[in-house]
């Protein structure tokens, strides 16, 4: 079956530092990738996502590239900022045959805490 | 982006009594919704996938007595948590697929059911 894995947590990192957040994946067929955000209290947000391999989702200063042949999609930030602290989800949607109704699978997430 | 309103955002209840949850797509039409539940610090684990007009797939261990689900249109379904007890306390957060925007599933902002 299809699944994710992701960097465990928590991150802690000073404003302005790099961020790098590891995700790798089991799929069969040929998935689409997320990354979602979640913010204390809330529920999650998409932050970006790509569709097809090579691809690169960014938002908000994000970027992630989506590597089929490394069944990769590590999500970077240049420069973090204390607004960033949240937990960040890694996720696939299953695409193709079969009929899939396009669940999301989800890694554990991963804690990031900027200190100013 | 799309917008997806879950309501209540914050429920307690007494033991022995149900609850109902809304979601609803305030800009899209969704004939497919989903239903997560979230235990601290930890992953999101889907529930069931509920589609517009016919029955809720659960998923394996998930009682479909204890979790009824509706989708009587294509903007809204509910979970009601039937004869709730205190091991059900729990975030559970929705969301909603949207066809119209390659598939990308949009996260409501979850409700917290504290059972007493």
């Known amino acids: 079956g299809n699944s994710v894995t992701q960097m465990e947590g928590p991150v802690t990192l000073s404003e302005e530092a790099f961020l790098t957040i590891n995700c790798t994946y089991t799929a069969t067929g040929y998935p689409s990738l997320f990354w979602y955000v979640q913010y204390p209290g809330e529920g999650l947000q998409l932050l970006l996502k790509a569709t097809k391999a090579d691809d690169k989702g960014s938002n908000k200063g994000f970027e992630a590239t989506y590597r089929k042949e490394t069944t990769s999609f590590h999500l970077e930030k240049g420069s973090v900022q204390v607004s960033d602290s949240a937990v960040y989800f890694c996720?696939?949607?299953?695409?193709?045959?079969?009929?899939?109704?396009?669940?999301?699978?989800f890694g554990k997430g991963t804690l990031l805490t900027v200190n100013p | 982006g799309a917008v997806v309103s879950q309501h209540p955002s914050w429920v307690i209840c007494k033991s022995g009594t149900s609850v109902k949850i809304e979601c609803r797509s305030l800009d899209f039409q969704a004939t497919t919704m989903f239903w997560y539940r979230q235990f601290p610090k930890q992953s999101l684990m889907l529930m069931a996938t509920?589609?517009?007009?016919?029955?809720?797939?659960?998923e394996q261990g998930v009682e479909k007595d204890k979790f009824l689900i509706n989708h009587a249109s294509l903007t809204l379904s509910t979970l009601t948590v039937t004869s709730a007890h205190p091991e059900d306390s729990s975030f559970y957060i929705c969301s909603a697929r949207d066809p119209g925007a390659k598939n990308i599933q949009y996260f409501g902002a979850g409700t917290r059911l504290s059972v007493l």
């Open positions: 509920s589609n517009e007009g016919s029955k809720a797939t659960y």
């Open positions: 996720a696939l949607s299953a695409v193709g045959s079969g009929g899939s109704n396009y669940k999301l699978t």
